[in-house]
């Protein structure tokens, strides 16, 4: 297939080449954790910083982020990784030539352009408050859940960033107040993160009013807030319409990788040009070098199926999200994906571990589970907040069937894993039934992300869908990714090289199924039921 082109008619002219290296550095602002990952020339990380921040919950379905403490986790990552690779001999300091930006998706944060302040706690992608609004538009609109899907590829859902806003402006009066007078501002947490390291300047002085900074999103954030159009990657004015929501709190949409902006005075990386910005699924799928038919899962504190289409726009009929694969400069042409999102994956892990407090770690569950054989005709559905694809239930929540007496801690372990592979499975299911029915046979899936660093679960994986499970040598691909997008706009290094990949499968990890056809058809339908079980359990009138 031939590669996306990205001119580059006047290279980013480093200020200064260090004869000890170029470098280029990601921030990787995730649901749990802040990284800063600094990659030289050959793409191998000489330096890292990691930090977990605040989950806050205020009520059941709710989930809060602080975004100042979200830019601090930046600052303070920044500052430690460029001193942990600077302590090991690499000139950072003059060698570092872009950054790239990925991000938790949908996030929305709402902030004051004069002071700079957030008016609200982000609203964080798994939260459900929404629901009530959600089910107001449903009603309301022909076509319900299905309105807007044809301009935006997505359902009306909890998930996305428009219904978030929509809640910050009935229910949050400095919002609503902010947005009469013009003083708001809207972003998920790449534009709140890239406006402050462009100049919003209480990342200098926290006591005095902002200066604005760049207020800006790219076109992967943005196709997820329902608000721009999939087809002409611009605001879409018919759905601002409908939903009330005024064009001039948006921030301008940029492509994946181009020069976005400078890093201002006062950070850490202080004149760096920003070169690059996907969502994390985005950049994941890039890090991946997903192209045109092939597909990658993500598996993190939910899990993401996104199978890259081409030039292709699919409208799902089969409850997946259509959305962009990446667009690698501004005038390069848009590839697509479809999307298969799963909110709960290892936060069920975190579950065993936080809430049952039978593991103390998360690769614990590897031992833990490998203690049986097979979960004991356990299932357990962790539709926690409800379900996404391919069910979109909000009002499903969690259960677990099939318990006997004989069940133990160790099928419970099992059953949890199993979950988030079945759940998986259901995704690419329907990316064959949306694609004419194909099976997976012949079919190979790319795996990424915290909790695929687990063997076992990799292997569930491989057998329940019946297709091999790739898993490369570096599983943060979605620092990989945002890092691949912004050194390609500076010049580090070339689409050939960054879709080249022998050197990569040489260090990749395959998992193929040994479970038998029938075996395998007879979980499914167990699991299928205990879906079905989970459906309707929630009181959404509360
Ligand atoms: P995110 O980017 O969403 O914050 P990560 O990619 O950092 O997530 O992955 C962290 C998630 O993966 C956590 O929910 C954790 O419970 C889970 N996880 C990490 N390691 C393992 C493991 N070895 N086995 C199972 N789950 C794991």
Redesign the pocket.
């Known amino acids: 297939m031939t590669l996306t082109t990205f001119p580059r008619k006047k290279p980013f002219k480093p200020r200064k080449m260090s004869k000890k290296g170029t470098f280029v550095g990601s921030i ?1 602002q ?4 802040t990284r800063f990952i600094i990659y030289d020339q050959s793409f191998k990380a000489i330096g890292s910083h990691q930090t977990e921040f605040t989950q806050i919950f205020p009520q059941a379905g709710w989930i809060e982020h602080n975004a100042m403490e979200i830019m601090e986790t930046v600052r303070v990552c920044m500052a430690k990784a460029i001193d942990k690779a600077t302590a090991d001999g690499h000139d950072v300091d003059n060698g570092l030539l872009a950054i790239g930006v990925t991000n ?1 998706r949908e996030t929305t944060v709402v902030w004051s352009k004069s002071t700079g302040r957030p008016l609200h706690n982000a609203i964080v992608w798994m939260d459900v408050r929404t629901s009530a609004i959600c089910r107001r538009l449903e009603e309301q609109l022909p076509g319900g859940k299905q309105h807007f899907q044809d301009a935006c590829g997505l359902p009306i859902s909890t998930y996305f960033s428009a219904m978030k806003f929509l809640w910050l402006l009935e229910n949050v009066d400095a919002v609503k107040k902010a947005v009469e007078s013009g003083d708001a501002l809207f972003g998920t947490i790449d534009s709140w993160l890239i406006w402050n390291l462009t100049g919003g300047c209480h990342s200098v002085d926290p006591t005095q009013n902002a200066v604005s900074g760049l207020h800006v999103t790219d076109v992967s954030n943005a196709s997820r807030t329902m608000l721009m159009n999939i087809k002409t990657l611009e605001w879409d004015k018919p759905t601002l319409e409908t939903l009330g929501i005024p064009i001039e709190i948006l921030p301008k949409i940029v492509s994946n990788s181009e020069i976005i902006g400078t890093v201002a005075k006062g950070w850490p990386t202080a004149n760096v040009p920003i070169a690059g910005c996907l969502g ?1 699924q985005h950049a994941a799928m890039l890090g991946q070098a997903c192209r045109k038919g092939e597909a990658k899962s ?5 899990a993401f199926i996104l199978l890259n289409t081409g030039d292709e726009v699919i409208i799902s009929k089969h409850g997946l999200l259509g959305t962009i694969a990446y667009k690698l400069g501004p005038n390069a042409p848009t590839n697509y994906a479809l999307e298969g999102s799963i909110a709960i ?6 579950w065993l ?1 936080d809430s049952l407090g039978i593991i103390k ?3 614990e ?2 031992d833990l589970a490998k203690q049986v054989d097979n979960s004991g005709g356990v299932y357990f559905v962790p539709a926690f907040n409800g379900l996404f694809a391919p069910w979109w239930k909000d009002d499903a929540r969690g259960a677990m069937v099939g318990i006997t007496r004989f069940t133990n801690k160790s099928h419970i372990a099992r059953a949890v ?1 199993e979950s988030i592979c079945f759940q998986a499975n259901d995704v690419l299911d329907s990316m064959h039934k949306e694609k004419g029915g194909a099976t997976n046979e012949g079919f190979l899936l790319r795996v990424d ?3 695929s ?2 063997n076992l ?1 990799m292997q569930i994986q491989a057998d329940l869908m019946g297709c091999p499970v790739v898993r490369p040598a570096d ?1 943060e691909t ?1 620092a990989i990714g945002a890092a691949y997008a912004a050194g390609l706009a500076v010049g580090v290094w070339t689409e050939d090289e960054i879709f080249s990949t022998e050197q990569r499968q040489a260090k990749e990890t395959t998992f193929r199924p040994i479970l038998k056809e029938e075996q395998r058809k007879k979980k499914l339908e167990s699991w299928y039921k205990a879906v079905t079980r989970s459906f309707d359990l929630a009181d959404l009138s509360l």
Request: aromatic share 4%; net charge negative; hydrophobic share 30%.
């Open positions: 990787d995730g649901t749990t954790s938790q994390d993500t598996y993190g504190t939910g994956a290892g936060a069920a892990v975190q571990r770690t998360a690769p569950t590897e894993l992300g915290g909790a660093a687990n679960l599983i979605t």
